[in-house]
Each structure stands twice: as C-alpha cells, then as structure tokens.
T-cell receptor
Framework: GQSLEQPSEVTAVEGAIVQINCTYQTSGFYGLSWYQQHDGGAPTFLSYNALDGLEETGRFSSFLSRSDSYGYLLLQELQMKDSASYFCAVIKAAGNKLTFGGGTRVLVKP | DAGVTQSPTHLIKTRGQQVTLRCSPKSGHDTVSWYQQALGQGPQFIFQYYEEEERQRGNFPDRFSGHQFPNYSSELNVNALLLGDSALYLC????????????FGQGTRLTVV
C-alpha cells in the first residue's frame, strides 16, 4: 500500500517560520509535490521535488530526501494570508496522478 | 486563459439518483484527473483521462465512471448515489508527459440527501 503522514495542525505567529514534515511509503516514486488550499478554494501548486535537496521559491522552500522517504515544506516570514491547509502529494508515474496526505492546517496568529 | 472550469459549483441530489459533473481543462493541457475530497481530508484520486481513455483509476467502485471528449473536456458520472458520496469533487488538468504541476478547478460541492 501507500501512505503519507503529515501533522494535522500547526499554529504560529506572523513573521515566524513553520516547517511541515511529510513522510511517505509508496511503491514507485517520481517526486513529491506540495499544494496549498484555502478554505472553500482549490488546491494550488507550491513546489515539486524530484531529486534530493532544497528547492526555494520566494518565502516557501521544499526539501526532499529520497533515501529517508521524507520531505518538508518551509514557510518563512509567515503572513496572515498563509493560513490554509497544506498537502504533500506523491507522484508515482507519468500523468501527474497525485496521492495526497491528509493535510496540515496552518493557523497564523497576529 | 480561463484556467480549469468546473460545473456546476453546487449540487444537491437524492440517494439513488445519478449525477454528471463537468470539467474543462486549462488551455494546452491534455490530461484530466478527478479527485474526491471529503471535509477535512486530502483529495482522493478517482481516475485520469488522456487521449479519451481512462489511464489510471483509484480505489473507487464502478458507480464512478467518466469520459473525455476530443476537446479534452471531461465528465464524471456517479450512479446510485449514496450519502457517503457527499464531497467536493475536484478536477485537475495537466500535460501527460513532462509536467509536474496540476491545475485544479474550484470543484463541485455535491450533497446527497
């Protein structure tokens, strides 16, 4: 089978840094993606890691360790608008089929 | 570019009925995937269409079926609706090869009563 584990909820204050960890067990692996979803909204793509290492996109960075089946999303300089659910998702094959984790709800407080 | 569009946005059906949801992918995309998202959970993959064929399927019963048209748009059909089918149904478009970013529509909120 396959599974992805991530924390259910994280609370932090504006300006802080939050790290959302994701561990996965899957047969077959192309890469790990991260999506953001605001309440009532559509998931939107944040990042994708196919190789080990850190990918940086503005305030958000994502890391992957294939040998450890582990990745994380780093949110820096938190803003109120970053309050949302964040999902890690494994891509196993061509066609961009996504297997999602249960999501981490991030609450940013003033 | 209109992005991914889904219709309708909301729908209420009765148990046992059938429903059809529609999705138009982002311009230039040839692959449509459907997901079911229950409240407070991550999206679950239903199936994927490419070149008008179902390419991959998740762990959903045969009551869930779909179609892709020559213009790449897609339909999701659910027969014999159950209360447990109440969820947000998301459509995601991408290109089949070499693209790792999926673009999601706003979803159809289906309520079965």
């Amino acid at each position: 089978g396959q599974s992805l584990e991530q924390p259910s909820e994280v609370t932090a204050v504006e300006g802080a840094i939050v790290q959302i960890n994701c561990t996965y067990q899957t047969s077959g692996f192309y890469g790990l993606s991260w999506y953001q979803q605001h309440d009532g909204g559509a998931p939107t793509f944040l990042s994708y890691n196919a190789l080990d290492g850190l990918e940086e996109t503005g305030r958000f960075s994502s890391f992957l360790s294939r040998s450890d089946s582990y990745g994380y999303l780093l949110l820096q300089e938190l803003q109120m608008k970053d309050s949302a659910s964040y999902f890690c998702a494994v891509i196993k094959a061509a066609g961009n089929k996504l297997t999602f984790g249960g999501g981490t709800r991030v609450l940013v407080k003033p | 570019d209109a992005g991914v569009t889904q219709s309708p946005t909301h729908l209420i059906k009765t148990r046992g009925q059938q429903v059809t949801l529609r999705c138009s992918p982002k311009s230039g995309h040839d692959t449509v995937s459907w997901y079911q998202q229950a409240l407070g959970q991550g999206p679950q993959f239903i199936f994927q269409y490419y070149e008008e064929e179902e390419r991959q399927r998740g762990n959903f019963p045969d009551r869930f079926s779909g179609h892709q048209f020559p213009n790449y748009s897609s339909e999701l059909n659910v027969n014999a609706l159950l209360l447990g089918d109440s969820a947000l149904y998301l459509c995601a478009s991408s290109t089949f090869q070499g693209n790792t970013e999926a673009f999601f529509g706003q979803g159809t909120r289906l309520t079965v009563v």
